[in-house]
T-cell receptor
């Protein structure tokens, strides 16, 4: 597969540890946020979303936290596995309803 | 498999040429989105169609155009190609009209302009 972001921040974690990927969004009027995962050679894949009336949402092994005060979003992955290695993008939905994607973070899982 | 099909997967062409990228959305999805992904720009929204009509426009150059056909497949036309147009072009689809919610992405078309 091909790398989609050679200049992206990289997070390296040991298999079994928890991962926290952070994202700063730009528009204080955005009311919907999404995390996508992109594996090498594939298109982005939806992981989890959260609306602005919530500050936390949990899925299977993943949790998204939203701090509207500082316009910050984080994705927590519990018990990280080698299959979690990918580029992770946050996206915000402003009033224009045109999804804006962040630059992405590379997650590398060491076995 | 997201259910979104894009062709071709790879395309190499020369500056000044014109190419067409094709996308078939998931069955039942009425919205089709086009995104450009390059190393220095990340994922950039280009344009959205909903049920055959243009719904939203992003950072799409005038040299680029798109359309959605009655069978809901979409084509992205790129003309007068420049070196900087080399990128991955993704198509995504969704059921809803608004550019929110879960988008299902295809595997992309990698365009290389020499």
């Amino acid at each position: 597969g091909e790398s989609v972001g050679l200049h992206l921040p990289t997070l390296s974690v040991q298999e079994g540890d928890n991962s926290i990927i952070n994202c700063a969004y730009s528009n204080s009027a955005s009311d919907y946020f999404i995390w996508y995962k992109q594996e090498s050679g594939k298109g982005p894949q939806f992981i989890i979303d959260i609306r602005s009336n919530m500050d936390k949402r949990q899925g299977q092994r993943v949790t998204v936290l939203l701090n509207k005060t500082v316009k910050h979003l984080s994705l927590q992955i519990a018990a990280t596995q080698p299959g979690d290695s990918a580029v992770y993008f946050c996206a915000e939905s402003p009033p224009t309803r045109k999804l804006v994607f962040g630059a992405g973070t590379i997650l590398r899982v060491k076995s | 498999d997201s259910g979104v099909t894009q062709t071709p997967k790879h395309l190499i062409t020369a500056t000044g040429q014109r190419v067409t990228l094709r996308c078939s959305p998931r069955s039942g999805d009425l919205s089709v989105y086009w995104y450009q992904q390059s190393l220095d720009q990340g994922l950039q929204f280009l344009i959205q169609y909903y049920n055959g009509e243009e719904r939203a426009k992003g950072n799409i150059l005038e040299r680029f155009s798109a359309q959605q056909f009655p069978d809901l497949h979409s084509e992205l036309n790129l003309s007068s190609l420049e070196l900087g147009d080399s990128a991955l072009y993704f198509c995504a689809s969704s059921v809803v009209r608004e550019n929110t919610g879960e988008l299902f992405f295809g595997e992309g078309s990698r365009l290389t302009v020499l």
